[in-house]
């Protein structure tokens, strides 16, 4: 089984604070952690995964997250908020020589200016 | 490249009707995957088609089914429609590894009557 946590419901920073929202997953084998936005009436946009490698993965539109084995989690973060960043942001998990993602329950990042 | 297509975009459903709702993916990918979305189950996987056959199947009712075709087009349908089917049928596609980065379309926002 896989699972996704996002603990927070909602974070909310000021325009040009960095931001963080938080992801923690459980799966048997090597996970593969994803990372998508969802903007008001739109499908999912892929911004960033980690496969293997290098901890510090770097996404789209300025963000990166980072893959914590240890604490199994992989946060993602951006040094500097735009009030155009505030969407809804989904973690997901799936594993090696399995297809299907496993997606947190969304966290919602509102920027003010 | 163009993105995932889904088509309609908007239905409106009484219950006890059936629905069919279309997808198309990026060209060049052979997978195709289903999600429901909801306010208070999140994002939820119906299933997956890789090269016309179901790969992956997730826990909802028979009434939910699909079908891929030999261009990767997909099709899911929806029978005997109850009002808790109300929801955002999202399509995702992906050129098939396992696993693989998935990208979604804009949805079909389906609303049960």
């Known amino acids: 089984a896989q699972s996704v946590a996002q603990p927070e419901d909602q974070v909310n920073v000021a325009e040009g604070n960095p931001l963080t929202v938080k992801c923690t997953y459980s799966?048997?084998?090597?996970?593969?952690l994803f990372w998508y936005v969802q903007y008001p009436n739109r499908g999912l946009q892929f911004l960033l995964k980690y496969i293997t490698g290098d901890n510090l993965v770097k996404g789209s539109y300025g963000f990166e997250a980072e893959f914590n084995k240890s604490q199994t989690s992989f946060h993602l973060k951006k040094p500097s908020a735009l009030v155009s960043d505030s969407a809804l942001y989904f973690c997901a998990v799936t594993r090696s020589g399995y297809s299907t993602l496993t997606f947190g329950k969304g966290t919602m990042l509102l920027v003010s200016p | 490249k163009a993105g995932v297509t889904q088509t309609p975009r908007y239905l409106i459903k009484t219950r006890g009707q059936q629905v069919t709702l279309s997808c198309s993916p990026i060209?060049?990918?052979?997978?195709v995957s289903w999600y429901q979305q909801t306010p208070g189950q999140g994002l939820q996987f119906l299933f997956e088609y890789f090269s016309e056959t179901q790969r992956n199947k997730g826990n909802f009712p028979g009434r939910f089914s699909g079908r891929q075709f030999s261009n990767s087009r997909s099709e899911m349908n929806v029978s005997t429609l109850e009002l808790g089917d109300s929801a955002l049928y999202l399509c995702a596609s992906s050129l098939g590894s396992i696993p693989d980065t998935q990208y979604f379309g804009p949805g079909t926002r389906l609303t049960v009557l």
């Open positions: 060209s060049g990918h052979r997978s």
């Open positions: 799966v048997s084998g090597n996970p593969y």
